[in-house]
Nanobody, 132 residues
Framework: LEDLVESGGDSVQAGGSLRLSCAAS????????MAWFRQTPGKEREGIAG????????YLSDRLEGRFAISTDSGKKTIYLQMNNLKSEDSAMYYC?????????????????????????WGQGTQVTVSS
């Protein structure tokens, strides 16, 4: 069994919406800092959203405010990335990541902009393609 499994990537028209899902194993989901990253060819993988699975703490890149939102369903041990009003520049491979952390250390990760090196577990990625 994989630790993190993403789904929901697709090809959509600009202005459309997608919801990405990341299902985590029980061991990882419990008290974890989880995040969404995205990467395009030739560029660094960037953290765009984060959530503490214990509840109540989230992070979203300022550039995505108003269009993207992160959430979680503890019963399903899954985090989501709701993406609305998609633009061509949102086209990327989207990855889910996790690291076992209590709430305060997770908030510190958020305050540093969700650095890639802080995360230990990674999914395989799901492709989002937005055509204009």
């Amino acid at each position: 069994l994989e630790d993190l499994v993403e789904s929901g990537g697709d090809s959509v028209q600009a202005g459309g919406s997608l919801r990405l899902s990341c299902a985590a194993s029980e061991d990882i989901y419990k008290t974890a800092c989880m995040a969404w990253f995205r990467q395009t060819p030739g560029k660094e993988r960037e953290g765009i959203a984060g959530i503490w699975t214990g509840g109540g703490s989230t992070y979203l890149s300022d550039r995505l405010e108003g269009r993207f939102a992160i959430s979680t369903d503890s019963g399903k041990k899954t985090i989501y990335l709701q993406m609305n009003n998609l633009k061509s520049e949102d086209s990327a491979m989207y990855y889910c990541a996790a690291v076992k952390r209590d709430r305060f250390p997770c908030i510190m990760i958020f305050q540093r902009g969700v650095p890639r090196g802080d995360f230990h577990y990674w999914g395989q990625g799901t492709q989002v393609t937005v055509s204009s």
